[in-house]
């Protein structure tokens, strides 16, 4: 049997089409890259978005900031990181003493890209003042512009805070997600500046996915991801009354597996709004339960760009090497700091 293959967005890696990975050839993989992460000194770090195989050789797997922290505390000289591109920079601006790999220079990520340093400083020229504050899916160069980095796990309490060290009015250039922007004015009760950026694998979860699989599965619980272009219409149809309140989870991909394990025994499917990898960690985590994506064709194709054979050359050859320039990494430094001490 054979896993699907992915197209990638560009051959600028001079590998345009990933072959089939055959079921087989797995565990062999796998124990090649445990045994090339012992030789190197390496730690494997994996977002919850990547396939299975990859989640399973790795030393640890999680959310945007349990990396962070995980990239920050490690005493391995060498981060291998299974994630995309901004993923392993924000590594190699907490720890730029450690050499860090990412086993593919083009997994790159459509809401990091959907503002540059140059775009940023035109905003804040016409917001003098301002406090910025960036998801931490942006590049380096943007972090170097900014106040305080979020993630989905702690961007209600991020600007909370800052809204009570600089006073409640303070302006607050928020981005460059437009559906986590609107989920945190509606959590603080009040508006911000937000760009209009999207992640297109979460802007594409719409309402009507969600309308399809309410009828499909009445009463089942939600787990949305703050990214995603639903999240605004379920929080309209909580306002309203159609769906309960107490059924529905606005959550990072971290707070989702906390909810698998503290509902082991839940009765009945729980509906995930977010990209598909995120169901592997999750039915691990509560073999029990039914979870169901709320639109399956939600799969990121530059995270799905790392494979293990790629996994496993990166590690024998020691590529691709992502170093931030000191005078960027210097910058962008305080705003992850400073979110992760908030944190
Ligand atoms: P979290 O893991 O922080 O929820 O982020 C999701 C995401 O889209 C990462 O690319
Ligand atoms: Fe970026 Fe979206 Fe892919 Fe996450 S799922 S890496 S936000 S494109």
């Not at 730029?96 to 035109?122: M, N, V």
């Not at 149809?237 to 698998?260: F, I």
Request: one cysteine or more; glycine letters at 8%; a negative charge.
């Amino acid at each position: 049997m054979s896993l699907p293959m992915v197209q990638t967005p560009s051959a600028k890696s001079g590998s345009a089409t990933i072959a089939p990975l055959m079921l087989e050839n797995i565990p062999a993989l796998q124990d090649e890259v445990r045994a090339l992460a012992a030789e190197r000194g390496a730690v494997i770090l994996a977002h919850n978005y990547q396939l299975p195989e990859i989640q399973d050789v790795a030393d640890y797997v999680g959310d945007s900031l349990g990396l962070s922290q995980q990239a920050a505390a490690t005493d391995a000289e060498t981060i291998v990181f299974c994630g995309v591109h901004f993923m392993a920079e924000t590594a190699s601006v907490l720890s730029p003493e450690k050499t860090i790999l990412i086993p593919d220079a083009d997994a790159g990520c459509s809401l990091a890209d959907s503002i540059t340093a140059e775009q940023l400083r035109g905003w804040k020229a016409k917001h003098p003042g301002a406090i910025v504050v960036m998801y931490v899916n942006t590049t380096a160069e943007v972090k170097a512009e900014t106040d305080y980095c979020v993630t989905s796990s702690n961007a209600v309490a991020v600007v909370e805070h800052i809204l009570r060290e600089h006073g409640p009015d303070t302006e607050i250039l928020f981005g460059p997600d437009m559906f986590l922007g609107a989920y945190v004015e509606k959590r603080i009760g009040r508006a911000l500046h937000v760009w209009d950026g999207e992640c297109h694998v979460h802007a594409g979860i719409r309402p009507g996915d969600i309308s399809a699989v309410r009828d499909a599965h009445p009463g089942a619980d939600f787990l949305i991801h703050p990214e995603c272009g639903c999240s605004t219409s379920v929080m309209e149809y909580v306002a309203a009354g159609d769906v309960d309140a107490g059924g529905v989870h606005m959550l990072s991909t971290g707070g989702m597996l906390t909810y698998a394990r503290e509902h082991g025994e839940q009765d009945g499917p729980v509906i995930v709004a977010t990209e598909t990898g995120m169901l592997h960690p999750l039915r691990e985590a509560a073999p029990d339960v039914d979870f169901i994506a709320a639109n399956e064709r939600a799969s990121c194709r530059y995270m799905k760009m790392i494979t293990l054979p790629r996994l496993r050359d990166s590690l024998r050859d020691g590529r691709t090497e992502v170093r931030v320039p000191v005078a960027i990494a210097e910058r962008a430094r305080v705003p992850i700091e400073r979110m992760v001490a908030i944190s």
